[in-house]
């Protein structure tokens, strides 16, 4: 058997890590769990999804979708096929989906693609979690660098680019501001305990770092 089989069997619940290659999902879940997943400086570093057991909750680290350098466009397709092929298997058991974004780039990145007229990946992914049924929370990672001041205004116009009208803060249930770098992660360890608590699951609560 494989090995991440032995770790997928008899899970009951799981939260996805999903986002762009390099926004920092490993980081993040090291974060949040103390368990090492693989964290690389080079992109495109987690290709297959690797996963964390805690109890029966299964935290899965998806492979980075979108550009990564050094692989093929063609590789690039089949990572996306890949992963929404494991979303739409798994969908019954995945309790939450966080979509890790970088703050910093993530507006610019959004445009690039729309002025070629074609859908952000980002927003694709975002919309198909949705479309699933499936709880979807934000995480805008490596608020470390923007200046506080500048901060509200880059969240407005990444929850806009998401179809959530400004201001950000009436989506402080699904959206929530980070560094994992800094370990600053609060505002998504409140989320995750609520939604846990809301499936009367604070037994899992002890598995995530306080
Ligand atoms: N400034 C800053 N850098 C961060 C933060 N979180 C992660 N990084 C850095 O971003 C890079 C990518 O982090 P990873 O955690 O490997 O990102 P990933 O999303 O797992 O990347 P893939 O596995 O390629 O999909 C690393 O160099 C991290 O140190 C953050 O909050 N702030
Ligand atoms: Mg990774």
Do not use: C
Request: proline fraction near 4%.
């Amino acid at each position: 058997m494989a090995k991440s089989e032995n770790k997928t069997e008899g899970a009951s619940l799981e939260i996805i890590f999903v986002g762009r290659s390099n926004v920092g999902k490993s980081s993040l879940i090291r974060e949040l769990t103390g368990r090492k997943v693989k964290v690389g400086k080079r992109p495109g570093v987690t290709l297959i999804p690797a996963h964390i057991r805690l109890s029966d909750l299964l935290i899965t680290d998806m492979p980075g979708f979108g550009f990564m350098s050094g692989v093929k466009e063609r590789k690039q397709d089949i990572v996306k096929d890949k992963i929404v092929r494991y979303i739409e298997d798994n969908a019954g058991r995945i309790m939450m989906a966080v979509m890790v974004v970088d703050g910093p780039v993530f507006v610019e990145v959004v445009e690039r693609w729309e002025s070629r007229k074609e859908i952000p990946i980002d927003i694709e992914m975002f919309d198909f979690l949705k479309e699933l049924g499936i709880d979807v929370v934000l995480a805008v990672n490596k608020t470390d660098r923007v200046r506080e001041e500048e901060l509200d205004s880059m969240l407005d116009g990444i929850t806009d680019k998401l179809g959530m009208l400004p201001p950000w803060r009436q989506w402080i249930n699904m959206v929530a501001p980070m560094s994992a770098k800094k370990g600053q992660i609060k505002s998504l360890k409140l989320i995750i305990r609520q939604r846990l608590h809301d499936k009367r699951r604070d037994d899992l609560f002890k598995y995530f770092r306080s």
